[in-house]
């Protein structure tokens, strides 16, 4: 992988040899294109493939702070949009999550990080310039999300089979009510196992260690808003297709170990094509009929009391008056 190639160095006028070059020598360049240089010229391509993990680590953190704030603060307009209310992760809980999974970027993630390093410079993803169009962007990251669900779904829903359950995945599922940070409170072979979808968009097509830091963080932060524990309306993900959400993913944490369905990451399509949203749409139509029967209760509760206001007053109930029209 050539973060910084040689066209760039080239480019820049000898400036990363020492060379006394700067961005007055490159007039082609875009203001973005600018400022890349300008931030990497002193950088190795190594050096500069190390910030993966950083920008991964603190996009994580970043992401998942917003939630816990509200968890912590249980504000009665965001407890609405709570998906389990009343059902909160104690302090104990709490610490050792957030233990456990910056033990797992530490010793896991980290680690492999720099031992992949020959493997993404062999795969050709690049820092060199021109930076990637929005469309390339946009079109690579849909192609990645495509792939890491995919992915995942089938490995996941291994994950919740015999063995694999019993001596790996039974670690995510200590909870029945997520929350924003458990995203990634795994067994650290879970961890390295479903790292497999996540990195094989990127290792397919080829693309800018740009897209690969902001591909790692959207991946990140649709993990903690499935965790979060909240369902907001306003939420941007609900305009994708076919997006599953919070809701979606907070079932499958709610039934625990025995849940056998509801496995993608991100989307519904393959759990429907599977056969495997089937408790999740007869929860769904249960709840929903649930709340008809209630609607209809309350307006003939409504009906009742209006019949009864009446009758204090001398008039006919409204079914009486009905019958003589």
């Known amino acids: 992988?050539?973060?910084?190639?040689?066209?760039?160095?080239?480019?820049?006028?000898?400036?990363?040899?020492?060379?006394?070059?700067?961005?007055?020598?490159?007039?082609n360049l875009t203001w973005a294109e600018a400022q890349w240089v300008q931030i990497t010229s002193g950088w190795s391509d190594f050096q500069l493939y190390c910030c993966t993990f950083w920008i991964l680590l603190a996009g994580?953190?970043?992401?998942?702070?917003?939630?816990?704030?509200?968890?912590?603060?249980?504000?009665?307009?965001f407890e609405m949009y709570r998906l389990q209310p009343g059902f909160y992760n104690d302090g104990r809980t709490i610490f050792k999550c957030c233990?456990?999974?910056m033990l797992v970027f530490f010793t896991t993630v980290l680690p492999l990080q720099l031992l992949s390093y020959p493997y993404f410079k062999v795969s050709g993803i690049t820092g060199a310039l021109p930076l990637p169009s929005l469309t390339t962007v946009v079109l690579q990251l849909a192609v990645f999300f495509i792939i890491e669900d995919f992915g995942n779904?089938?490995?996941?829903?291994?994950?919740?089979?015999?063995?694999?359950?019993?001596?790996f995945h039974y670690k995510h599922h200590e909870f029945t009510t997520p929350m924003s940070f458990a995203a990634s409170y795994a067994h650290p072979v879970e961890v390295l196992v479903l790292g497999i979808p996540t990195l094989a968009g990127p290792a397919i097509v080829k693309c800018h260690v740009l897209t690969l830091w902001l591909w790692i963080n959207l991946r990140n932060w649709e993990a903690l808003?499935?965790?979060?524990?909240?369902?907001?309306?306003?939420?941007?993900?609900?305009?994708?297709?076919?997006?599953?959400?919070?809701e979606y993913h907070d079932y499958h944490h709610l039934i625990g170990g025995k849940s056998q369905g509801n496995f993608a990451s991100v989307f519904t399509y393959c759990d429907w094509l599977y056969g495997t949203d089937k408790g999740y749409r007869f929860r769904k139509e249960f709840e929903l009929k649930k709340m008809r029967e209630m609607a209809m209760a309350q307006e003939q509760g409504k009906m009742e009391a209006s019949d009864g206001h009446n009758l204090a007053n001398g008039s006919l109930p409204v079914e009486e008056k009905k019958k003589q029209v």
Request: net charge positive.
């Open 60 to 77: 994580y953190i970043l992401g998942a702070l917003p939630y816990m704030i509200l968890d912590y603060l249980r504000i009665p307009f």
């Open 225 to 246: 808003e499935t965790h979060s524990g909240y369902d907001f309306p306003w939420a941007l993900t609900k305009l994708i297709p076919f997006y599953g959400g919070a």
């Open 99 to 101: 233990r456990d999974v």
């Open 153 to 167: 779904y089938w490995i996941h829903r291994w994950f919740h089979n015999g063995w694999a359950y019993k001596y």
């Open 1 to 27: 992988m050539m973060l910084l190639s040689s066209e760039v160095a080239k480019a820049m006028g000898g400036m990363r040899e020492g060379g006394g070059g700067g961005l007055g020598v490159v007039g």
